[in-house]
């Protein structure tokens, strides 16, 4: 990926997390086959059972050649800058571990980030059959005295995967979203070489990004998020095609605890009106 991953840039608190070993899980479930990572403890894969691309292969909507999406970013306290999409989590299940859910069944598991001396970031992924969104919880624990700024940002930097052959067509479709302060606001980088971007600041209640048929949203519990930041760009592709790609960011508080936890739920899958219309919240306002 071209991190880097030196000592010198995650400084005393994450360079040993720079190393480790890289398990995948798989999950199984009726709408979708999901793959998450140790490294970085990242959703890698998520395809979509029901429905194919133009060249008849399963939708796949996580941008894999990236190596996943779906990481905090934060300021430590000795003033680095850590993404944790660059470090290896550890998790007790074997290697390529595959976990098949039907009927009203769900699966959850602890991805631990560790620092040391019993301070440690879990992502805690909960995947349930039959619905297209999953749960995580974060603990941050014993870490008010890692994190800086008493913030962090849940990440969702790669957008979605295009599933059309026909990239134009599908770009103009495509935009970010966020719903603030009763308000809902788009982002379109309609332009090639014209990024654009959103900052936001107060108690914002999801934020996504869709295509022509999909979307990612990061929907938190109401009331926690306190911000969101959002980043489009719209580059040239081959055939005369173009792409846009939108970055999510929700910017969420740390009030300085001893452990302290935040819940987020994802939401990948189709823009079917009455699934997305369910999840309540005015998620329906990007149809």
């Given at each position: 990926?071209?991190?880097?991953?030196?000592?010198?840039?995650?400084?005393?608190?994450?360079?040993?997390?720079?190393?480790?070993?890289?398990?995948?899980?798989?999950?199984?479930?009726?709408?979708?086959?999901?793959?998450?990572?140790?490294?970085?403890?990242?959703?890698?894969?998520?395809?979509?059972?029901?429905?194919?691309?133009?060249?008849?292969?399963?939708?796949?909507?996580?941008?894999?050649?990236?190596?996943?999406?779906?990481?905090?970013?934060?300021?430590?306290?000795?003033?680095?800058?850590?993404?944790?999409?660059?470090?290896?989590?550890?998790?007790?299940?074997?290697?390529?571990?595959?976990?098949?859910?039907?009927?009203?069944?769900?699966?959850?598991?602890?991805?631990?980030?560790?620092?040391?001396?019993?301070?440690?970031?879990?992502?805690?992924?909960?995947?349930t059959n039959g619905k297209y969104s999953f749960?995580?919880?974060?603990?941050?624990?014993?870490?008010?005295?890692?994190?800086?700024?008493?913030?962090?940002?849940?990440?969702?930097?790669?957008?979605?995967?295009?599933a059309e052959h026909n990239s134009v067509d599908?770009?103009?479709?495509?935009?970010?979203?966020?719903?603030?302060?009763?308000?809902?606001?788009?982002?379109?980088?309609?332009?090639?070489?014209?990024?654009?971007?959103?900052?936001?600041?107060?108690?914002?209640?999801?934020?996504?990004?869709?295509?022509?048929?999909?979307?990612?949203?990061?929907?938190?519990?109401?009331?926690?998020?306190?911000?969101?930041?959002?980043?489009?760009?719209?580059?040239?592709?081959?055939?005369?095609?173009?792409?846009?790609?939108?970055?999510?960011?929700?910017?969420?508080?740390?009030?300085?605890?001893?452990?302290?936890?935040?819940?987020?739920?994802?939401?990948?899958?189709?823009?079917?009106?009455?699934?997305?219309?369910?999840?309540?919240?005015?998620?329906?306002?990007?149809?």
């Amino acid at each position: 990926q071209g991190a880097d991953t030196s000592a010198a840039a995650l400084g005393h608190f994450f360079a040993k997390a720079a190393t480790g070993q890289e398990k995948v899980l798989i999950i199984k479930t009726d709408l979708y086959t999901a793959e998450i990572t140790t490294h970085g403890g990242l959703i890698r894969k998520w395809e979509l059972q029901k429905y194919l691309t133009w060249d008849k292969e399963p939708v796949q909507l996580v941008d894999f050649d990236k190596g996943g999406d779906y990481s905090l970013l934060f300021t430590s306290s000795d003033g680095k800058l850590i993404d944790t999409k660059n470090l290896y989590f550890e998790s007790d299940f074997p290697a390529w571990k595959t976990v098949t859910l039907n009927g009203e069944s769900s699966f959850t598991v602890d991805l631990v980030l560790s620092v040391g001396d019993g301070h440690s970031i879990t992502k805690r992924y909960t995947f349930t059959n039959g619905k297209y969104s999953f749960d995580t919880e974060f603990l941050f624990k014993g870490m008010d005295q890692i994190v800086s700024n008493y913030e962090y940002q849940i990440v969702w930097e790669n957008g979605l995967r295009y599933a059309e052959h026909n990239s134009v067509d599908e770009s103009s479709f495509a935009m970010a979203y966020v719903y603030s302060g009763g308000e809902l606001a788009e982002v379109d980088a309609s332009k090639v070489g014209e990024p654009v971007k959103r900052d936001i600041n107060g108690n914002t209640d999801w934020v996504s990004t869709r295509n022509k048929y999909f979307a990612v949203v990061l929907l938190p519990e109401p009331g926690k998020a306190q911000g969101a930041y959002l980043e489009g760009s719209r580059a040239h592709m081959p055939d005369k095609g173009e792409k846009e790609t939108y970055a999510l960011a929700l910017k969420m508080p740390l009030k300085g605890a001893p452990l302290e936890t935040e819940k987020v739920s994802v939401y990948l899958g189709p823009l079917d009106y009455d699934i997305v219309k369910s999840y309540g919240r005015h998620l329906d306002g990007m149809m």
